[in-house]
């Protein structure tokens, strides 16, 4: 899949298939006076990105903002080419500034996260820095609640932490259009896809249910999802909430299967029970877990570095 459809009368959409299994969705929205990029994509997708603008007859200056949801590097990806196509202004959350402007540390912090267990590999290099076209620093620090008035669409900041330790979704009440990057995550792919945050990312759950009984969301556009209606996504909310809760329940089984456990073998017996890679953001999962079980009186880490039950 490499297309460029029109979604809504204001909003199109690009798309490129990450691997044979996991599409990434870039959004273009399109006001009066000016246009936004809900996040950028992988550098590859640059070409599509243009043909996007052409086919909702927007001028390249016309493009204002890249407006992110999070600073993963499959959603900052082109916005050295997108910036100097069009001199928009990259608006993202201050907590990960840095991981614009410094893919090293990208690299590091995302895919090393216990660097004793995670080798630095070319290949695991090369799969982290190969979609980033080049640095480019954050214009504008995202707070919830900020709104960007395009003319016509008025995006709205909705802080949604969880998947990362910050992350935004863009909400257009007039519409009710909400667009996500990764605040849902994906539930069912070979790697687990991962998040930061356990309580952060159930709280982040409860708070997209809120909005959507509260009738303020009436469609929901996804960077790895096919557009959802409100009760589809109720369905989606309800999945990734028994998804934690299987997570949790795996963790706690391999805890409780031996009298003390060390994180590497806590990783590697709950890839192995759930069926999923073992690399490295299962590994940032997995410590989540035993963070917030830890935060919850349930876990200790034992002065030896290893985790058992309390
Ligand atoms: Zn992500």
């Known amino acids: 899949m490499s297309e460029v459809v ?48 052409k086919a909702a007859n927007v001028a390249p ?6 407006l992110h949801t999070h600073a993963h590097h499959d959603h900052i990806g082109c916005n050295a080419q997108m910036q100097d196509a069009t001199g928009c202004l990259i608006a993202a959350p201050a907590a990960y500034a840095a991981w614009h402007t410094d893919f090293e540390r990208h690299y ?4 090393r996260p216990v660097p004793d267990l995670i080798p ?5 290099r090369d799969e982290v820095l190969s979609v980033l076209d080049a640095p480019r620093p954050v214009d ?35 519409s009710g259009v909400l667009i996500l990057g990764d605040a849902i995550t ?22 997209l249910k809120r909005l959507i009984d509260a009738g303020e969301v009436r469609r929901v556009l996804f960077a790895h999802f096919p557009p959802m209606s409100p009760s589809r996504t109720r369905q989606l909310i309800a999945d990734a909430e028994r998804y934690l809760a299987e997570v949790e329940a795996t963790v706690i089984r391999v805890l409780a299967s031996q009298p003390a456990v060390t994180l590497e ?6 890839c192995a029970r759930l069926g999923r890679q073992r690399e490295f953001r299962a590994l940032s999962t997995v410590r989540a877990h035993l963070q917030d079980l830890q935060a919850r009186g349930l876990v200790e880490e034992l002065d030896d570095g290893r985790y058992a039950l309390r």
């Open 186 to 207: 994906g539930l069912d792919w070979p790697i687990l896809h991962g998040h930061l945050s356990v309580a952060g990312y159930r709280q982040s759950l409860a708070k």
């Open 265 to 270: 073998a806590i990783w590697t017996q709950t």
């Open 120 to 124: 630095d590999t070319p290949a695991l």
């Open 108 to 111: 590091q912090e995302f895919a």
């Open 6 to 53: 029109q979604l809504t009368r204001t909003i199109y959409r690009a798309s490129f298939m990450l691997t044979p299994l996991i599409p990434l969705h870039v959004h273009l929205v399109r006001g009066e006076r000016c246009a936004a990029w809900i996040d950028s994509g992988v550098k590859a997708m640059f070409p599509q990105l243009m043909i996007a603008l």
């Open 140 to 174: 504008i620090y995202l707070e919830e609640g900020v709104t960007f008035d395009l003319g016509g669409a008025v995006l709205e900041a909705i802080s949604l932490p969880g998947h990362m330790l910050a992350e935004f979704g863009w909400l257009d009440r007039a």
């Open 61 to 66: 200056e016309k493009v204002r903002f890249i």
